[in-house]
């Protein structure tokens, strides 16, 4: 199975090679509106990370 950024990349390297985006799409069989999605989860999660990268250094772990 190959994770969707991955069929993106895949797409877009097609487009370069000269391939409609449709044709592109079709041929790697991806839909065309799942190219243009940005994932948001990296900026939801960063509050979170920082904290517990602070609390990981403030409390490490032994053993």
């Known amino acids: 199975m190959v994770s969707a950024p991955a069929k993106r990349r895949q797409v877009e390297y097609a487009k ?3 391939l409609s985006e449709r044709k592109a799409c079709a041929l790697m069989r991806t839909a065309r509106s799942s190219l243009h999605y940005e994932s948001w989860m990296q900026e939801k ?3 979170a990370l920082a904290a517990m990268s602070i609390h990981s ?3 490490p772990r032994y053993g």
């Open 16 to 18: 370069v090679r000269g």
């Open 45 to 47: 999660d960063a509050p």
């Open 57 to 59: 250094a403030q409390y």
